[in-house]
């Protein structure tokens, strides 16, 4: 079966510490990959994706993710978080066969002050 | 910016009550997408609408759950009989076409407490 895995389901940190929130997808051939993010309270927000070309692709507020299709792998990024990045992180991966946008299980994410 | 809007924002039923959820995508969006999230775990697709109709509804549990989207706009998701199972978030999306080159949209969700 299709999916995708987010390794860690929660990860705490203090601030400026760096980032690293592992993510796998199970899919073979062309699949489009995303992560999103839901603070507290909000609904889900587009951090970043990639479709296609540079393997390292650059979101907002400071994210970036790196594609290594042969590790079937697209690792979110972030080298100094700040207390405002407390949120559940979601990675997420699109098959054009299935036409169906699959999520991970999601990695909580607290950052100290 | 525009929004998906959702309503209730939350909800409390008891078991083997009726409860039914809306929601209004993006004007423009033709497809639209119910999302349940149980607590702890990602989004998982029940329902997808192009236009009116559906494309796919293979993970919408058809004994109970059931959606439409009449005229192609808004779209009401119903859950009967409630069971203590189906306490998640519900989700509603949409995007302008059913490729993912112009982004899914969501909106904040409702909160199904069954008790």
């Known amino acids: 079966a299709q999916s995708v895995s987010q390794h860690n389901h929660h990860v705490i940190l203090s601030e400026a510490a760096s980032l690293e929130l592992g993510c796998n997808y199970s899919y073979g051939g062309t699949v489009n990959l995303f992560w999103y993010v839901q603070y507290p309270g909000q609904h889900l927000q587009l951090l970043l994706k990639y479709f296609s070309g540079d393997p390292l692709v650059k979101g907002i507020k400071g994210f970036e993710a790196e594609f290594i299709k042969s590790k079937f792998s697209f690792n979110l990024r972030k080298p100094s978080v700040q207390w405002s990045d407390t949120a559940e992180y979601f990675c997420a991966a699109y098959k054009a066969a299935g036409n169906k946008l699959t999520f991970g299980g999601g990695t909580r994410v607290l950052v100290k002050p | 910016e525009a929004e998906v809007a959702q309503s209730p924002r939350y909800k409390i039923t008891e078991k083997s009550q009726a409860v039914a959820f809306w929601c209004d995508p993006i004007?423009?969006?033709?497809?639209l997408y119910w999302y349940r999230q149980i607590l702890g775990q990602g989004p998982e697709l029940l329902v997808q609408f192009q236009d009116e109709s559906v494309v796919d509804d293979s993970q919408l549990p058809k004994d109970r759950f059931s959606a439409e989207r009449l005229k192609g706009v808004d779209s009401t998701l119903k859950i009967q009989p409630a069971e203590l199972g189906d306490s998640a978030m519900y989700l509603c999306?949409?995007?302008?076409?059913?490729?993912?080159?112009?982004?899914?949209?969501f909106g904040s969700g409702t909160r199904l407490t069954v008790v």
């Open positions: 999306a949409s995007s302008y076409d059913r490729t993912t080159n112009y982004g899914y949209t």
């Open positions: 004007s423009g969006h033709a497809t």
